[in-house]
């Protein structure tokens, strides 16, 4: 076989390869939202159909009207972006002051935050009900933003650390020279230099708080403070599974995480792949 019909198979055998794994992942999402238009009684047709005869929206009318999921979608969103903005910001000092400055001890605080994520999520939640329970921030959204944020900050921040390093020192020094403090470095010449970093370590903090289920169910009872994957889970009942109502409450609340990575995926991908390389 010559080279070019080699690199020919090769190609053709890559491209199945990717096309099956696109299809293991597209043809469950399609089929969310076909059974999100299908009525209750045609989920349990004996033979399964692709497209809804007759398309219903009865089971997005319930999404705001019966599930009440109006309010559990605003209180995810208001934990996620809290919880973001709190992540981001302690991410963004300590990652700062690990590669900027030489103190005792930072060796062992990097590996400090690398061993807290070998820690399984379900070994902590006794932990942080405990905590929350002592300072009266159990069933508070409060408290749901605090668990978040103290979840997510240690890989985060080996993110930004990774992208710090790729910022010369010598912007720092030069910017000393002509009298800047270090919070005016910081603030104005280095964080503009790693926002795609700080983009994708948003982003993956978002999307954590977003999905996470445990640590609501468990550290948040009362109904007008639950989150909406809580309230997708409780539409698996005992004795009945709503087949069309669940997928419909999915396919909303995929919606906006799909937006949001379509419109700044292009700073997801530069900001988890920037700090890869060292210069």
Same mark, same amino acid.
């Given at each position: 076989?010559?080279? #070019? ?9 890559? %491209? ?27 989920? %349990?047709y ?42 981001? +910001?302690?991410?963004?000092l300590?990652?700062? &002051?690990?590669?900027r ?12 935050l ?15 009900y ?25 890989? #985060? ?5 990774? %992208? ?6 010598e ?8 009298? +800047?403090?270090s ?6 010449i ?6 795609? &970093? ?18 609501? #169910? ?8 639950k989150?909406?994957?809580? &309230? ?17 409450? #999915? ?13 700044f995926q292009?700073?997801?991908? +530069? ?9």
């Amino acid at each position: 076989m010559s080279k #070019s019909k080699k690199q020919k198979a090769e190609l053709i055998a890559t %491209y199945a390869i990717l096309t099956l794994l696109a299809l293991l992942i597209v043809i469950p999402i399609l089929w969310m939202v076909s059974t999100a238009f299908k009525t209750e009684a045609q989920t %349990y047709y004996p033979n399964p159909r692709w497209l809804p005869d007759p398309f219903s929206v009865e089971s997005f009318r319930k999404f705001f009207g019966t599930y009440n999921f109006g309010k559990m979608t605003l209180n995810s969103l208001i934990t996620c972006l809290f919880a973001m903005v709190i992540c981001v +910001a302690c991410a963004c000092l300590a990652g700062y &002051g690990v590669t900027r400055f030489q103190f005792k001890g930072r060796k062992q605080l990097m590996g400090f935050l690398l061993i807290t994520q070998m820690f399984p999520s379900v070994m902590l939640v006794v932990p942080f009900y405990a905590v929350l329970s002592k300072y009266h921030l159990t069933n508070t959204l409060f408290g749901l933003i605090v668990v978040y944020a103290a979840t997510n900050v240690a890989f #985060s921040t080996w993110m930004l650390v990774s %992208y710090f390093k790729t910022v010369p020192i010598e912007l720092d020094e030069a910017a000393r020279v002509d009298g +800047a403090s270090s919070f005016r470095i910081f603030w104005s010449i280095i964080l503009p230099l790693i926002g795609p &970093g700080i983009a994708a370590v948003a982003m993956f903090v978002l999307f954590n708080g977003w999905n996470e289920y445990m640590y609501s #169910s468990v550290l948040v009872s009362k109904d007008s403070l639950k989150t909406l994957t809580v &309230g997708i889970i409780a539409l698996n009942s005992q004795y009945q599974i709503k087949w069309n109502d669940l997928m419909a409450a #999915s396919t909303i609340s995929s919606l906006p995480l799909v937006i949001l990575f379509v419109c700044f995926q292009k700073y997801f991908i +530069a900001g988890m792949t920037g700090g890869a390389v060292k210069s």
